[in-house]
């Protein structure tokens, strides 16, 4: 079964550091997503991609964010001057059609914990 | 914007015991209510849905109830197992491409 995938698992990272998550989304599907999970916490929105542009962004993404589809199958998320509270772990998910009385399944990809010292 | 309350906020059941965790949310223009299983260090993962149109829906152990006039919807597992035991999220759509708003988690453990 299909799945979507994330590197790198870990990210370790200075305080004003730029770091790039990246994201392969499964293959068919249309919709792209990044969330964020601060430990112990709940899963938080940050922004939906679709067709190649932004389709919604939450309060936390920012200036310092921003997020990319370079190629038929990365997507990726940039922080670009890390601070401390953008320590947690990031999640990507995709999902196919949407609309059409509901929504269908998003997926979630393993994550990347990132870590700002 | 849509906001997801999630209760409780922990649950112990024993096995074999049903365990029943209850959402509500406050946008009425939500209809899709996804219930992910989150165990630790490891992603979301979708375990039972539910559409507007639909007010229950049955997979196996697992039941989700929706009540659109109350805001509310529902997890059901019977005949827990100790596999069961990981945080549950319930998640409604916040928007019209589909973002989620998830709830604060239970954390429901199954004692053998």
């Known amino acids: 079964e299909p799945e979507v995938t994330q590197t790198p698992s870990h990210q370790v990272t200075q305080m004003g550091q730029e770091v790039i998550l990246r994201c392969v989304p499964i293959s068919n599907h249309l919709y792209f997503y990044w969330y964020r999970q601060i430990l112990g916490q709940k899963v938080e929105f940050l922004v939906s991609f679709y067709n190649n542009e932004i389709s919604e962004k939450s309060e936390i993404f920012d200036d310092q964010f921003s997020v990319e589809r370079p190629d038929g199958s990365n997507f990726t998320l940039k922080i670009r001057s890390t601070k401390l509270e953008d320590s947690a772990m990031y999640f990507c998910?995709?999902?196919?059609?949407?609309?059409?009385?509901?929504?269908?399944?998003?997926?979630f990809g393993p994550g990347t914990r990132l870590t700002v010292l | 914007g849509e906001n997801v309350e999630q209760h409780p906020s922990t649950l112990s059941v024993q096995e074999g015991d049903s365990a029943v965790i209850k959402c509500t949310y406050s946008?009425?223009?939500?209809?899709?209510f996804p219930w992910y299983k989150q165990e630790l260090g490891k992603r979301p993962q979708l375990i039972i849905d539910i559409r507007s149109n639909v007010g229950e829906k049955k997979d196996q152990r697992i039941a989700v109830t929706l009540n659109k006039t109350a805001k509310h919807f529902s997890l059901h597992i019977t005949e827990t197992q100790p596999e069961d035991s990981a945080v549950y999220f319930c998640a409604a759509d916040g928007g019209s491409q589909g973002n989620l708003i998830f709830g604060k988690g239970t954390k429901l453990s199954v004692k053998p």
């Open positions: 946008d009425s223009a939500s209809n899709y």
């Open positions: 998910a995709s999902s196919a059609l949407w609309g059409l009385a509901g929504g269908p399944k998003q997926f």
